[in-house]
């Protein structure tokens, strides 16, 4: 028997929702790092345009195929253009959804693991050579990373289970604001720290000559796969979205927020890492080694500690659980499953992925997929190839296919408000600049351009 769909219950709820699928790790280190290596706030600059002209546009583009049917993706392009081929590409949503996800959750265990030894005292009062073998020994360790991941599957699950509005929504109502609360006290304690002006000239500084192409590249890829762009998880969230939702004006306020958070990450973490010397190292490397490095030096490093991988920890589920609900809802709609059982097969689908990935530093390190592990692999193909492709897939949908009048109702809510600007804007941008852009990004990511020569 087919649920009912009920949907967000306040507009508030469904920002904080689809802010929280968008904020997540790459927010907190690989924004920050890639802004200080590219040229500071020349990179920040050209992210900003690239939000402009790629992001909102594919959000919105999502926003109205999910916001005008009420339906996961197959769903809506069945109603919305009877007949049409592009119906297939939803099985590339809910395929990318669930193999982000189950290598994303394994990095979620990683967080849980360090949480606790934070909490327990365990983690500080090391060397940075120490934590790097202690990062090594946990991931080898099956067990140990097996426990975490099935516990943050649990976790996220538990949430699912409690459906919209009691269950997504009641969590991310908390967890944003405190997320906020959270990233605001860590600046300010950054910023009052030794030298500190020298994480932030790191971070803002303007130098075009520091940026070039490689820059802006990774600019266009960093405003794609911040607002988690591609897999159909703003489809799915906007088709619980109520009928007077303002979509453009709710698309501005999600980029903006999602875009906050990550530089206030940067003021966050560079004004400590350039206050005791570090090296403002990317991925694990700064979050599992160089940070907790750092904690141990300051007054009070425990509160600190704990209190960032609690930071971490609300960024990883409130994205997990919006991987997690894209074949949720795609089971509900197009297989008439109750919401529980739609949870219990993605349940299962996710947690083999994940164990998978999970083991694959330990037990399955000797299993290669081109040349990768399993968890490099997944970590490869979900955002260089899923999320690519059906970013421009629904670029070309929306911009190409759909009719004009589909998309003016949902930019003026049946006529209520005017789109002068917009439509004309969200249609060019759609049409021209994101199906370029997205190669581009494909062809830097695969390393076809370095193989040219170009970058």
């Given at each position: 028997?087919k649920e ?6 306040t ?10 699928s ?19 706030g ?17 959000m ?11 339906k996961s ?30 290598y994303?959750?394994v990095?979620?265990g ?12 365990t983690?500080?009062g090391h ?10 020994t946990f991931?080898?360790s099956?067990d ?8 943050f599957?649990?976790?996220?699950f538990?949430?699912l289970?409690?459906g919209?509005?009691?269950?997504i ?15 605001i006290?860590?600046c ?14 790191f971070?803002?500084n ?5 940026l070039?192409w490689k820059?802006v ?8 796969m911040?607002?988690s ?6 489809i ?25 958070v ?7 973490i ?6 005791f ?5 990317a991925g ?5 080694n160089?940070l ?17 991988f ?7 589920i409130?994205?997990t ?5 894209i ?5 509900i ?11 219990a097969?993605?349940?299962?689908l ?41 970013g421009?897939?629904t670029?070309i ?10 998309i003016?109702?949902?930019?003026t809510?049946?006529?209520?408000h005017k789109?002068?600007?917009v ?6 941008c759609l049409r ?24």
């Amino acid at each position: 028997m087919k649920e009912k769909r009920l949907g967000f219950a306040t507009r508030m709820g469904a920002i904080a929702a689809t802010v929280g699928s968008a904020v997540g790790l790459g927010n907190i280190w690989r924004f920050p790092y890639q802004a200080g290596e590219n040229g500071g706030g020349a990179y920040i600059l050209v992210y900003l345009i690239c939000v402009v002209l790629l992001g909102i546009p594919i959000m919105m583009s999502e926003f109205i195929i999910g916001s005008s049917t009420h339906k996961s993706m197959k769903g809506a392009v069945q109603q919305l253009t009877p007949g049409s081929p592009f119906k297939i590409f939803a099985y590339v949503g809910v395929l990318g959804a669930l193999l982000i996800c189950g290598y994303y959750c394994v990095v979620c265990g990683w967080v849980i693991e360090y949480l606790w030894a934070s909490a327990s005292g365990t983690l500080l009062g090391h060397s940075p050579e120490e934590y790097d073998t202690i990062f090594k020994t946990f991931v080898s360790s099956p067990d140990r990373c097996l426990l975490w991941t099935l516990l943050f599957l649990v976790l996220n699950f538990l949430v699912l289970s409690r459906g919209i509005k009691n269950g997504i929504e009641r969590l991310s109502n908390v967890m944003m604001p405190l997320l906020f609360l959270l990233l605001i006290v860590f600046c300010v304690n950054s910023l009052l720290l030794p030298d500190s002006d020298d994480g932030m000239d790191f971070l803002f500084n303007i130098d075009f000559y520091e940026l070039g192409w490689k820059g802006v590249v990774d600019a266009m890829g960093q405003a794609f796969m911040s607002l988690s762009l591609g897999v159909t998880c703003l489809i799915t969230y906007s088709s619980y979205f109520k009928e007077d939702t303002r979509l453009m004006r709710d698309a501005v306020t999600i980029s903006a927020l999602d875009t906050l958070v990550a530089i206030l990450a940067g003021i966050v973490i560079f004004p400590a890492v350039f206050s005791f010397d570090m090296q403002p190292n990317a991925g694990p490397d700064l979050i599992f080694n160089t940070l907790p490095t750092i904690f141990q030096q300051m007054p009070g490093g425990i509160v600190w500690a704990v209190a960032f991988f609690v930071l971490l920890f609300f960024a990883s589920i409130t994205s997990t659980i919006s991987l997690s609900e894209i074949p949720v809802t795609f089971l509900i709609d197009e297989y008439k499953m109750s919401r529980g059982k739609a949870i219990a097969i993605t349940a299962v689908l996710m947690t083999v992925i994940s164990v998978l990935s999970a083991l694959s530093f330990s037990t399955l390190s000797d299993v290669k997929l081109f040349d990768k592990n399993i968890f490099d692999f997944l970590d490869y193909v979900g955002p260089n190839f899923f999320m690519l492709l059906g970013g421009l897939v629904t670029a070309i949908y929306v911009g190409w296919v759909l009719k004009k009048d589909v998309i003016h109702k949902q930019l003026t809510n049946g006529g209520k408000h005017k789109s002068r600007f917009v439509q004309p804007y969200i249609i060019f941008c759609l049409r021209y600049i994101a199906p370029v852009a997205i190669v581009i990004i494909f062809l830097y990511y695969t390393g076809v351009l370095k193989y040219l020569d170009l970058f």
